[in-house]
């Protein structure tokens, strides 16, 4: 069959009914499978055979979901993870051990900045954060040899900065590693981050794609891209036996679905963030209607930002959809359907009147989260990134007086009425 557009693959992609088959993803709500015979169950604990035997491995409602995913993001294999930073963990871990270094963009999501500065430093994995603004020469400077990832964010949250990812993927390949992009806010519908290069995407489906606030969940998502082989001691873990296998090498073995196979076989068999298989039959509705969504989230955001800019009370907005915005070239290079609905803005007066804004709004309401259909409005230096220094909020551009706004897909009319009354009272 042709290869199908991406509003049709949210809608049909992943579970595909034969004849007689439930029309909608069944939940197999189930923590294991029934074998006739135990040599069927031992070749597949010996990935000689795929199947499914645990649910905390794989399930198959779960892999229906990470297949949609893929096809969506044009990735050869996906899995679903408890969480986008269970996500974001495995990525890195599935590749670095212990004496192995990070590079990443210093705009990231608070949760990543302290998995990356402080729980994985604790490991062993060491981190440096870059200003991913600067030009390549300068960036090249912070490659060591045991360099083993380049990571970013396609819209950083919150700073909504756009990342050059052909740069970063240049900057990856030049020093043999992959480069992660999280595509958390832009989803596949914006973006599609191997088209620039990048080797393996990672979600939080908590945000647009269940885009109704029901189910924290992650997804990782491999090009396939990436081989592993041309430099076979760099990644040891995927180009050697692994003796928790019986020497099985993925490389070999899966070619070009072995990051995938084993971070399925060996992290989440040992380290067990698997996705309940009920949250990703909810995912999977948010799929469904994902291409509409974003449509309607960038529409409404857009206006928003248009009213946010001229008012007299507002002392700043960042959104890329904005002609004078830093990110807007980089924008139209790589979102140029739309970026997301997440704007920030800071008022004037500074954090106390930026929280008696807050305080005020009565249909925006304020959530620790972003990127559902209801509108919501953090302030992440008193919420989501206070474990952070003022240095480290400044690196992660977050000014003090940063309200993070997600713009819902309400009727935008009643959105800007009520940031106008709350305006009013600031
Ligand atoms: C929310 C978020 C995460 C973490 O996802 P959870 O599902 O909350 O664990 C990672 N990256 C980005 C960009 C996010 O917005």
Redesign the pocket.
């Known amino acids: 069959m042709k290869q199908q557009k991406r509003n049709t693959i949210c809608v049909q992609g992943g579970w595909k009914p034969k004849s007689g088959e439930t029309r909608v993803l069944p939940v197999y709500q189930s923590t294991t499978f029934k074998y006739d015979s135990s040599d069927e169950m031992g070749m597949l604990f010996d990935l000689e055979k795929s199947g499914y035997f645990y649910t905390r491995l794989q399930n198959p409602t779960n892999d229906y979901v990470a297949a949609k995913i893929a096809e969506l993001e044009g990735g050869v294999a996906a899995m679903l993870t408890s969480?986008?930073?269970?996500a974001?963990f495995y990525s890195v871990f599935n590749i670095c051990e212990t004496g192995d270094h990070i590079v990443s963009a210093s705009e990231l999501?608070g949760?990543?900045f302290n998995l990356f500065a402080v729980t994985m430093k604790k490991m062993g994995v060491d981190v440096t954060f870059v200003n991913q603004n600067d030009p390549e020469e300068e960036l090249e400077k912070v490659f060591r040899p045991n360099t083993k990832v380049v990571f970013g964010?396609t819209i950083a949250?919150p700073a909504g900065a756009v990342l050059d990812i052909e740069k970063f993927a240049r900057l990856a390949h030049k020093h043999h590693v992959p480069l992660i992009v999280?595509n958390?806010?832009a989803t596949p519908i914006n973006c599609r981050p191997f088209e620039w290069g990048a080797d393996i995407i990672?979600h939080?489906?908590?945000?647009y794609m269940d885009g109704h606030a029901l189910a924290?969940?992650?997804a990782i998502v491999d090009s396939g891209n990436f081989d592993w082989d041309a430099y076979p001691d760099m990644f040891p873990g995927l180009t050697m036996p692994d003796e928790s296998y019986h020497g099985i090498t993925y490389a070999k073995k899966f070619g070009k679905l072995a990051y995938i196979q084993k971070a399925t076989a060996q992290i989440m068999r040992d380290l067990g963030s698997i996705q309940s298989p009920q949250n990703a039959f909810l995912t999977n509705i948010g799929l469904e209607t994902l291409h509409l969504r974003m449509k309607c989230h960038c529409e409404n955001a857009q206006k928003m930002a248009e009213y946010l800019r001229v008012h007299p009370k507002v002392a700043w907005v960042h959104y890329p959809g904005l002609p004078d915005d830093n990110y807007h070239t980089l924008a139209q290079k790589y979102l140029p359907d739309g970026s997301c609905g997440v704007l920030t803005f800071g008022i004037k007066g500074g954090r106390d009147n930026s929280i008696r804004f807050m305080d005020a709004l009565e249909l925006v309401a304020i959530v620790t989260h972003?990127?559902d259909a209801r509108s919501c409005v953090l302030h992440p230096a008193s919420h989501t990134h206070r474990q952070l220094s003022d240095e480290q909020l400044i690196a992660a551009g977050v000014q003090p007086d940063l309200i993070r706004f997600s713009v819902g897909i309400e009727d935008v009319d009643d959105l800007i009425a009520d940031v106008e009354q709350a305006l009013d009272k600031s």
Do not use: M, P, R
């Not at 969480?83 to 269970?86: M, P």
């Not at 939080?204 to 945000?207: E, F, R, V």
């Open positions: 969480s986008g930073q269970a974001s999501y949760g990543t964010e949250n999280d958390t806010f990672t939080s489906t908590s945000k924290i969940g992650g972003v990127c």
